[in-house]
């Protein structure tokens, strides 16, 4: 099971958030691909698998915390991949790629605290072009 945003897919038309269920029977040799679409995009909610499939559980998790996606009826829905401060669901395509918040560890203050993103520039010229000795004989010399 995987949950999917089509926010940004090409040329869709259809509901925003959806979960996919690839199921197996290895006595007929029968694959079937599930897919079920949440109603509300602001509040995606679908029905929970876990009654029928135990394993499932970890699966429509993982769709919340990552997605946003509540499964109805699962008995444990809690973050498992991210921190329980974490702020969104970082693969929603919405999500801004640096996030909101960072985590770091304050020696002054022996303690984590949290502080919104700071995003420092780097250097992205590759170094055949930054440094004009690179790659030629004796250039350390």
Do not use: C
Not at 73 to 86: K, P, S, V
């Amino acid at each position: 099971m995987s949950g999917i945003d089509y926010l940004e897919h090409t040329n869709w038309q259809g509901k925003r958030f959806a979960a996919v269920i690839q199921l197996i029977s290895f006595t007929h040799n029968w694959r079937v691909r599930v897919r079920v679409f949440a109603e509300d995009e602001t509040f995606p909610v679908l029905p929970s698998v876990t009654s029928i499939w135990n394993g499932a559980n970890w699966y429509e998790r993982e769709a919340f915390d990552l997605y946003g996606i509540h499964f109805d009826g699962h008995n444990d829905l809690r973050r498992m991949l991210t921190d329980y401060g974490f702020i969104g669901h970082p693969f929603r395509k919405d999500f801004p790629i640096s996030g909101y918040v960072e985590m770091r560890y304050d020696a002054g203050q022996k303690r984590v605290i949290y502080q919104p993103v700071t995003i420092e520039p780097r250097e992205v010229t590759p170094r055949i072009v930054r440094e004009s000795q690179y790659g030629k004989a004796n250039s350390r010399g």
